[in-house]
């Protein structure tokens, strides 16, 4: 297993932009499928992007599709979530997530997936 920690979260106005960073402990980073999900107040933890052990894939709910990017870099061990034109609703904390994978196009899509988790960042986008 991994260990993962995140950074960049903050205080944003709507419009605005983010960059998250999830730096993952371990010199098999690349043997992992990486994604991030998110948990407003009251509410579920919700997928929200992944990608593929590769980088070659990548997968997004609508609800961020032509806003977020996600992205690693396997020499730095390293996945970045790009958060631009943000919105009040993006409000949440951001955990990242890891699942040793062979299949270097897999991008899992549901929390249970997964078994690796940073301890979260929080990203406020105000009105």
């Known amino acids: 297993q991994v260990q993962l920690v995140e950074g960049g979260g903050g205080l944003v106005q709507a419009g605005g932009s983010l960059r998250l960073s999830c730096a993952a402990s371990g010199r098999t980073f690349s043997s992992y499928a990486m994604g991030w999900f998110r948990q407003a107040p009251g509410k579920e933890r919700e997928f929200v992007v992944a990608?593929?052990?590769?980088?070659?894939?990548?997968y997004g709910v609508d609800s961020v599709k032509g806003r977020f990017t996600i992205s690693r870099d396997n020499a730095k061990n390293t996945v970045y979530l790009q958060m631009n034109s943000l919105k009040p609703e993006d409000t949440a904390v951001y955990y990242c997530?890891?699942?040793?994978?062979?299949?270097?196009?897999?991008?899992?899509?549901?929390?249970?997936?997964?078994?690796?988790w940073g301890q979260g960042t929080q990203v406020t986008v105000s009105s």
């Open positions: 990608i593929s052990r590769s980088g070659v894939s990548t």
């Open positions: 997530a890891a699942i040793f994978r062979s299949s270097i196009f897999y991008t899992p899509r549901k929390w249970d997936e997964y078994d690796c």
